[in-house]
């Protein structure tokens, strides 16, 4: 085992059930009644089911060549906590849609671009792929469980799905990290894909963004605007923060361990105990 691998080792990975409340009726714009802050997590939730799905696919596509009993473990506990994952926003994204937002054709759009990508990428640039989508939701679920004031007024079912979605993200952030370095190992790949992948990603969520808007007939206000700014590029923003982890990945030799979260995830339940009440295994 390499340095790198047993940072990994200390991690249990853990899938759990929750009961969220998806059905529960929420506001509309829920962060503060900002258009713009509420339908990038929209967006986001938008993308987990199918997106989860596609982790898992590409994680599979190597799990009969791992013999490490331990990252056997750890893919079998990726498995699980992205599958309840996808299952959990499945249902939020109807609630959403039920709220008027067009998630459903949204998802549709996805599940053909998921496909597309399977037909087209080699299964290494596939899990290259979900190494630069993995570590970009680590990165945003730091953000999370170091600032969870930021989801006080956020309706209790996202709050509560965020926080232990972010949790998870963590624990297993590295599963597919070394799945890559063992079987694919190339730096220059890890960071091309990154690169293309979260321009991408961006590109998508600001059109998903628009998709919403456009079907609710609303214009944001140059309130929602300032306060968007600042929600995610202000001195604390949650894009500005995750610029950090985001120069680590580009560096040579980098593991995501070497950004050091146990803290965030440790202890987690004492911190957010109406979250652990909901788990039901």
Request: no cysteine.
């Amino acid at each position: 085992m390499t340095e790198h691998n047993n940072k990994s080792q200390s991690v249990e990975i853990k899938p759990r059930r929750m009961a969220f409340d998806t059905a529960a009726p929420m506001r509309k714009y829920t962060f503060k009644d900002n258009s713009l802050v509420s339908t990038f997590f929209y967006s986001l939730s938008a993308l987990f089911p199918d997106g989860e799905r596609f982790f898992i696919h590409s994680v599979r596509n190597y799990q009969n060549e791992i013999k490490d009993p331990v990252l056997l473990a750890q893919i079998r506990g990726f498995i699980g906590q992205e599958a309840h994952h996808g299952h959990s926003h499945e249902g939020l994204n109807n609630t959403i849609d039920q709220m008027g937002f067009p998630m459903h054709e949204i998802t549709g759009r996805l599940q053909k671009r998921i496909a597309m990508l399977k037909r087209t990428l080699g299964r290494g640039r596939q899990l290259a792929l979900t190494v630069a989508m993995e570590h970009f939701t680590a990165s945003m679920a730091e953000f999370l469980l170091k600032n969870p004031e930021i989801l006080d007024d956020v309706d209790p079912t996202i709050r509560q799905m965020l926080i232990w979605h972010a949790v998870e993200e963590i624990e297993h952030k590295a599963v597919a990290f070394d799945i890559y370095r063992l079987k694919v190992n190339n730096e220059k790949l890890r960071k091309r894909v990154m690169f293309i992948s979260i321009i991408g990603l961006f590109s998508r969520l600001a059109y998903y963004q628009f998709l919403m808007l456009k079907a609710d007939r609303h214009f944001p206000s140059l309130r929602e605007w300032i306060d968007a700014t600042k929600f995610f590029w202000g001195k604390k923003g949650i894009l500005r923060d995750n610029l950090k982890s985001m120069r680590l990945f580009f560096q040579d030799g980098f593991h995501p361990w070497d950004i050091d979260q146990h803290d965030l995830i440790d202890g987690w339940q004492e911190r957010f105990p109406d979250i652990a009440a909901l788990q039901m295994n």
